[in-house]
């Protein structure tokens, strides 16, 4: 490999704030601010949304009426389209 072409890459914690959790994972993103985790002075990025947040792994969508939004089309708008 080339030397000093490839970005550093170290354990960095990520805080999910919408769930407050911290994680710690190898990354090579930048970051000036940094902060006490597991007795170690790491880098630190705050994000929005992570696994522990997002609906989609949490199971917590929005329920959806029986009949959704493509039901709703298809029955305004099948006989149109499937008289081709």
């Not at 999910?16 to 190898?26: H, I, L, S």
Request: aromatic share 14%; no cysteine; glycine share 8%.
């Amino acid at each position: 490999m080339k030397p000093d072409i490839h970005p550093h890459y170290r354990p960095v914690v990520f805080h999910d704030t919408t769930a407050d959790e911290y994680f710690k994972v190898g990354s090579t993103i930048k970051t000036d601010r940094t902060v006490e985790f597991e007795g170690q002075t790491l880098p630190y990025v705050a994000l929005d949304v992570s696994s522990k947040s997002h609906v989609f792994y949490t199971g917590k969508q929005r329920e959806f009426a029986k009949e959704g939004s493509t039901a709703r089309f298809n029955k305004r708008f099948g006989s149109f389209l499937g008289s081709k």
